[in-house]
């Protein structure tokens, strides 16, 4: 069973404290992502990856970086959190161009800042 | 630039009857097309997809979609809902020569099956 998995479900942090999300995919994609979703407002992508140590900004960058050392990982980094950043964060890896697939979902962190 | 318009925000029905989730895309190129349900506090997970082909998809849960390249329009329909699939459905668009960038989303729609 393929799986994208992420390391919190639920996280608290205090405005200020640097936040590390973390997810893994065993499925050997070569695109990875981070999303943030918001009640109204959908999916909204933070930034993704479409191979190791590359990035590239999504919609929404402002205030996360992202590492990628390895293929199956991907970070997400809230270097100075804040309280407009409590959302649910969503990871999700894709194949390359080709497979025409699917993006794979993790569980998701619902992450809150006091 | 694509984009994905679910004209729906929340859909209530009642228990065994049909229901229909609209979704309307736009692209200039060929795309691939997607259907996601996403139950509380989960991941979103793939219901059906269209990649090219007989353009009636059927996906898991007894949910299908019909591509229409004219209307540019991928609606998802269930002849006979149950409880369970009281869930927010997301449609999803991707470029069919760029296919291994980001899926585009809409903005959701809310699916409340009550008894």
């Known amino acids: 069973d393929v799986k994208v998995t992420q390391s919190s479900r639920y996280l608290v942090k205090r405005t200020g404290e640097k936040v590390f999300l973390e997810c893994v995919q065993d499925m050997d994609h070569e695109n990875m992502f981070w999303y943030r979703q918001d009640p109204g407002l959908g999916l909204r992508l933070i930034y993704f990856s479409y191979d190791v140590k590359m990035k590239e900004k999504g919609d929404i960058p402002e205030g996360y970086s992202v590492s990628r050392e390895k293929k199956e990982r991907f970070s997400l980094i809230l270097e100075s959190a804040s309280t407009n950043q409590t959302s649910m964060y969503l990871c999700?890896?894709?194949?390359?161009?080709?497979?025409?697939?699917?993006?794979?979902f993790g569980p998701g962190t619902r992450l809150t800042v006091l | 630039a694509q984009s994905v318009t679910q004209l729906d925000s929340q859909v209530p029905v009642f228990e065994e009857a049909p229901v229909e989730l609209r979704c309307n895309y736009s692209s200039s190129v060929s795309v691939y097309l997607f259907w996601y349900v996403q139950y509380p506090n989960q991941g979103l997970q793939l219901l059906l997809k269209?990649?090219?082909?007989?353009?009636l998809v059927k996906g898991i849960n007894g949910f299908e979609a019909e591509f229409n390249k004219s209307q540019t329009s991928f609606h998802l329909r269930k002849p006979s809902v149950h409880i369970s699939d009281t869930a927010e459905y997301f449609c999803?668009?991707?470029?069919?020569?760029?296919?291994?960038?980001?899926?585009?989303f809409g903005k959701g729609t809310t699916l409340s099956v009550s008894s």
């Open positions: 999803a668009v991707s470029d069919h020569h760029q296919a291994g960038t980001a899926l585009i």
């Open positions: 999700a890896s894709r194949g390359s161009a080709g497979t025409g697939g699917e993006q794979f």
């Open positions: 269209y990649l090219s082909g007989s353009t």
